[in-house]
Each structure stands twice: as structure tokens, then as C-alpha cells.
């Protein structure tokens, strides 16, 4: 394992520690709210500030940026990494077992490593550039689904952008026509992570922050797997859109996303 990918792994083990004894004490729990229906918690915070200090003991010229503490500019600004600490906040203080750490490692812009750890389940899904990706040190590989029929989708609704759901729906009522099923499980990062290893067979979502996707795309690339905006570009990290799969379905989703979707979702 390359020493800076044994570092994200080592911070997001410190802070699965943190957020699994916090999960067990709920009445410990402090939440605010960020903006309307997003949350925040004491152990979003407590859990970030355990992974910057961890990274920063081995690299502590390097850059941040961080869902709760914002950007870090350090010494060394071509590299950066980029941590959501608890992605899948709403079911962490609801109780619901559904949660992780993300963490990415950028250099120049280019995502070089990344690590994912649900610390309830102990799965921790690992990937550099060029090596291929793991799930708890076996290799991980996209579902070989060849178009939509018979597939299982995953997906997060819009809470942030409410105004493009009747948009969203016909995507979705598209997609469920041909699909077996869908998911809406609440956390981006575990959805990425689970087209990667195959248990999903395409995830796609609108709105997000580069903190949600930064580690999951990664780990869906060496996994075999394509990540694409809503148009079939490399504009995700700007519109937050994103679609991933492998290159097949991927193929199909984008076809009846085209047929859908303003254009303003395609930009």
C-alpha cells in the first residue's frame, strides 16, 4: 500500500473509532443545522478533527479541504486532501446503520488515493491511480450488466436543489421502467463505493459537494467503471451531477437522461 493511501486509511479507522462510539451513546449527540434539512453533529466535527490531525502528523505541509472546516491552504497546495468525515449524517443521528468516512488524496487536481470506511461493518474500500481498487484487500470490480433490464440503481434525491424534482422523477419513472429495482440509501459516498465492488449497477445524483465524490469516483474507475455528469462530460466536479456505472449502462442512463432533462441539468 502506498504510504500516503496508509495514511487516509489510518485517519479514516481514527475517525470510524470516534463515530462508532458515539453511534452506541446517542444521547451524547449535538446536532445543528447547516442550512434547511442539512445537518450537522458534534461527531461530524469531532470525527474531521481526528482525520486532520492524523494526516497532518505525516504531511503537515499539505492541503485541505474539509466538509466542516472548509479549505486549508497548507505549504505544499498541490497536494490536498479532501475529507467528508461523516458522510450520511441524517442516518447517523437518526440511528439508521448506514454511514462513512471519506477520504481523498488530490495532487495537481487529480485524485491519486482513496479510502471509504463504514466502521459499523468494517468494510474499507481502498484505491490509488493505476493500482486498481479493494474491498477489505480483495479487488473490487463493476457489475458486468449489459443495459438496463434487470439492474439495480441507486440514487439521492435533490434535497438541496427541490426545484428540479419533477425533472428528477421523470428520470427516475424512466429508469425504473427497465430497472429491477432502486436504492435511495443516503450516503453518495457508499453509493460509489457499491458500484465499484458491484452491488449496485449505476448510481447517479445531482447537487453534490467534491467532499461526497472525490474518493467513490476513484474507487469506480479502477474498479472498471465510468463516472460522468448528466451530459456524458467531466463537468461533475463544477455541477455536482454525477452518473456512474459501468461503460454499458452508463451508456443507456445517459441516453434517457438526455431525453429527460432540461438543459440546464446538461450543462
Known amino acids: 500500500m502506498h504510504a500516503m493511501l496508509n495514511i487516509a486509511v489510518r485517519a479514516a479507522r481514527v475517525a470510524g473509532r470516534v463515530i462508532t462510539k458515539a453511534y452506541g451513546n446517542p444521547q451524547n449527540l449535538e446536532v445543528e443545522s447547516k442550512s434547511l434539512h442539512e ?3 458534534n461527531v461530524d466535527r469531532a470525527a474531521e478533527e481526528a482525520i486532520i490531525a492524523t494526516i497532518q ?3 503537515p505541509k ?6 466542516e472546516s472548509g479549505i486549508i491552504v497548507g505549504e505544499d497546495a498541490d497536494y490536498q486532501w479532501v475529507i467528508d468525515p461523516l458522510d450520511g449524517t ?3 443521528m437518526r440511528g439508521i446503520p448506514h454511514f462513512c468516512v471519506s477520504i481523498a488524496l488530490t495532487v495537481k487536481g487529480v485524485t491519486h488515493h482513496a479510502a471509504i470506511y463504514d466502521p459499523l461493518r468494517d468494510e474499507l474500500f481502498t484505491a490509488s491511480r493505476g493500482a486498481g481498487a479493494q474491498l477489505n484487500g480483495f479487488r473490487t470490480r463493476v457489475a458486468g450488466a449489459k443495459n438496463l433490464e434487470g439492474t439495480l440503481l441507486a440514487t439521492g434525491f435533490p434535497f438541496r436543489m427541490k426545484h428540479i424534482l419533477p425533472d428528477y422523477q421523470k ?3 424512466s429508469f425504473f421502467e427497465e430497472a ?3 436504492r435511495r440509501a443516503g450516503s453518495a459516498a457508499l453509493d460509489l463505493a457499491y458500484v465499484a465492488c458491484g452491488r449496485l449497477d449505476g448510481y447517479w ?3 453534490l459537494n467534491p467532499w461526497d465524490t472525490a474518493a467513490g469516483v476513484l474507487l469506480v474507475r479502477e474498479s472498471g467503471g465510468m463516472v460522468t455528469d448528466f451530459a456524458g462530460g467531466m463537468n461533475y466536479q463544477k455541477s455536482g451531477n454525477i452518473v456512474a456505472a459501468n461503460q454499458k449502462v452508463i ?3 445517459l441516453i434517457k437522461m438526455r431525453k429527460e432533462l432540461p438543459e440546464s441539468l446538461l450543462d
Request: a negative charge; charged letters at 15%.
Open 39 to 41: 445537518f450537522v453533529t
Open 57 to 59: 502528523k505525516s504531511y
Open 62 to 67: 499539505h492541503s485541505i479541504m474539509a466538509e
Open 90 to 92: 441524517t442516518n447517523f
Open 171 to 173: 428520470v427516475f419513472a
Open 180 to 182: 429491477a429495482d432502486m
Open 205 to 207: 445524483e445531482a447537487g
Open 251 to 253: 451508456q443507456s442512463m
